[in-house]
């Protein structure tokens, strides 16, 4: 019974000592390891548009042309889709009132 108390003892006080440790130092920045990746993200913001740092920079300038480029295909395709949707409904229109006029010529007579 005694060598089962100190076999307790033995595996409880280790256990309990990094159970402090961590507890004491869970958020301690200097304690994290040092080779975690940092990622670096560059993205345009509007105060930044404005700044020069980005005139001289040539990913910068490509990241920039391809936002024009893709915005201004969007638009376009934006702009040709709403040219079909009023040419449509122009059409529906018309037929409608060819429609209407002829039930109403062929109650006139």
């Known amino acids: 019974m005694n060598l089962q108390y100190s076999k307790i003892l033995l595996f409880a006080l280790p256990l309990n000592i990094l159970l402090i440790l961590y507890a004491h130092n869970k958020y301690k ?7 975690t990746p940092i990622y670096i993200l560059r993205l345009l913001s509007e105060c930044d548009i404005q700044s ?9 300038k490509s990241v920039m042309q391809q936002f024009v480029d893709r915005t201004s295909q969007r638009f376009e395709e934006y702009d040709e889709r709403m040219k079909e949707k009023r040419q449509k409904r122009k059409e529906e229109r018309d037929k409608n009132i060819q429609k209407l006029l002829k039930k109403i ?4 007579h």
């Open 105 to 108: 010529k062929g109650k006139n």
């Open 29 to 35: 920045p200097y304690i994290t390891t040092h080779h």
């Open 52 to 60: 020069s740092i980005y005139d001289n920079n040539p990913q910068m």
